[in-house]
């Protein structure tokens, strides 16, 4: 199931508000607007402030709340772009497990300026390739061993920008109780929705004069 063109559909908002603000309504455009599988060109200023036109990924997030419908067939701009880059290099910790290169995130950062041209530039170039995961093991309780797989720090940097331009158009499509594999979402605050619609609906039943203080029947 979809949302209906920019409309919010959360019946329900848990008591530590896990639906965090991220799917803003769609908003009217001027000009001609956009046309389907096209997208606008890259926001001139790269300095944040409020009155700065909305950032690349926020206009596919719009475009994507505001026809459902829409194709998107040109996207790799988005992922190669610096910005979006050195947002998931800051996304990651500081203290990951390098790949099999090596490369840390420290020591990547000391030129990263000049690192993430040289990555924009192969992604662009379509020179990219990914390299092969480390493969390390950690102990579990019961003594056995935990196969992990480490990427190299630039392939891990192109996967979170992937999923960040992925996100801005496929978070649209979800409904406000959804929690499965959502960014800023867990578990956790799926049972706080649960708690608190449990509350709503006991108290709803019973009434206020039918409850203790502590939230037990008389």
């Not at 926001?43 to 909305?54: E, I, M």
């Not at 992922?79 to 800051?90: K, P, Q, R, V």
């Not at 497990?97 to 040289?118: I, M, S």
Request: glycine share 8%; proline share 6%; no cysteine.
């Amino acid at each position: 199931m979809m949302n209906q063109h920019g409309k919010s559909d959360r019946p329900v908002i848990p008591a530590k508000s896990p639906n965090k603000a991220g799917q803003p309504a769609a908003e009217g455009t001027e000009g001609s607007g956009l046309t389907k599988g096209n997208l606008p060109p890259q926001n001139a200023s790269r300095t944040p402030s409020r009155t700065d036109a909305p950032s690349a990924l926020e206009r596919v997030r719009q475009a994507a709340s505001k026809d459902k419908e829409v194709r998107f067939t040109a996207l790799l701009h988005h992922i190669d772009n610096l910005e979006t880059l050195g947002m998931a290099y800051f996304s990651w910790k500081k203290e990951a497990a390098p790949g099999v290169d090596g490369e840390t995130w420290r020591h990547y950062g000391e030129t990263l300026e000049d690192n993430l041209q040289d990555l924009s530039h192969r992604l662009k170039r379509g020179a990219y390739r990914a390299k092969p995961v480390r493969r390390a093991y950690i102990d579990k309780s019961d003594g056995r061993k935990r196969p992990l797989g480490v990427p190299v720090l630039e392939d891990k940097l192109v996967q979170r920008a992937t999923v960040e331009v992925l996100n801005a158009i496929y978070e649209t499509d979800f409904l406000g109780f959804s929690y499965g594999f959502r960014p800023g979402r867990s578990q956790h605050n799926a049972l706080d929705a649960l708690y608190t619609v449990r509350r709503l609906v006991s108290d709803a039943t019973l009434g206020p004069t039918d409850r203790t203080h502590n939230g037990d029947r008389r």
